[in-house]
């Protein structure tokens, strides 16, 4: 024995009221609707009409990150006034993460080979040191690491300017903190560059 009631829609509000009358199987019914579905005795178990998708709808809630919520109907970048692609482009994700494995490879390099004499466990600290530097030195004047340079990329202001000394120190200790540099926006910049208001872009 079911127990299902046949709502009527209004079409002003989606409020349903519940109609009268009970046929032999235990079913409300009353008025008739054109999307019922009738049962074997002549009554109505069911309205197959518009009235779910209001309430599915109504359950679900808005859909977080759809077109309609933030409005990212544009490329990468478009909200930062980048070119869509060629220089000036907003950097993908992989030649940028491939640009922090390539300095991290020649820090630790120089780390063991020069300063920590084959000691793996201060080689690993001081690599951090070195890579501090390198960055400080060389994205701090020309905006491009060694491995930056390599695969065409470089970091400036979101004005294009030279990001500054004080901007590429934070910069850098935050991308050493790993965390801040795997948290990205929906551009695809991390929370280091962020905090500090610089983009990394190709050349």
Not at 56 to 76: C, H, K, L
Not at 153 to 168: F, I, K, M, P, S
Request: hydrophobic share 45%; with cysteine; net charge positive.
């Amino acid at each position: 024995m079911c127990f299902l009631g046949l709502w009527r829609t209004t079409p002003w509000s989606g409020v349903h009221s519940l109609g009268s009358g009970l046929d032999h199987c235990g079913v409300l019914w009353g008025n008739r609707h054109p999307g019922a579905i009738r049962s074997t005795s002549g009554g109505y178990c069911g309205v197959v009409d518009d009235s779910r998708k209001v309430i599915g709808s109504w359950i679900e809630g808005p859909q977080v990150g759809g077109p309609a919520q933030d409005g990212a109907t544009g490329y990468r970048g478009q909200r930062l006034g980048l070119p869509e692609q060629g220089a000036g482009s907003l950097a993908s994700t992989g030649r940028r993460l491939a640009a922090v494995v390539i300095d991290w490879w020649l820090c630790a390099l120089i780390s063991y080979g020069l300063i920590a004499h084959g000691n793996t466990v201060l080689a690993n600290y001081w690599a951090m040191f070195v890579f501090f530097v390198l960055s400080l030195l060389t994205v701090g004047t020309i905006g491009s690491s060694p491995g930056k340079r390599l695969l065409g990329l470089r970091v400036v202001r979101l004005d294009g300017g030279r990001a500054t000394l004080g901007q590429v120190a934070l910069r850098t200790f935050l991308l050493l903190l790993a965390i801040p540099a795997v948290v990205w926006d929906r551009d695809g910049r991390g929370m280091h560059d962020r905090a500090v208001g610089t983009v990394e872009v190709r050349i």
